[in-house]
């Protein structure tokens, strides 16, 4: 959760606007990030935050 955090506020954005644009509620977005929820959706989820941080990585 730390690492996606940390990269949410280098790109001056939060979680909550990205889960919100997502279509997401943060609730799962932080629940998945944190360990708590860990089927199917959270593993997607998780690999969606971590595919938008690394795609804003490379664009800059």
Do not use: C, H, P, T
């Amino acid at each position: 959760m730390a690492r996606a955090r940390a990269g949410f506020i280098l790109r001056g954005e939060s979680l909550s606007a990205w889960s919100a644009r997502e279509g997401l509620k943060r609730q799962n977005v932080a629940a998945a990030l944190n360990g708590r929820w860990r089927g199917a959706k959270a593993q997607e989820i998780i690999r969606k935050v971590f595919a938008y941080l690394r795609a804003k990585d490379v664009a800059g």
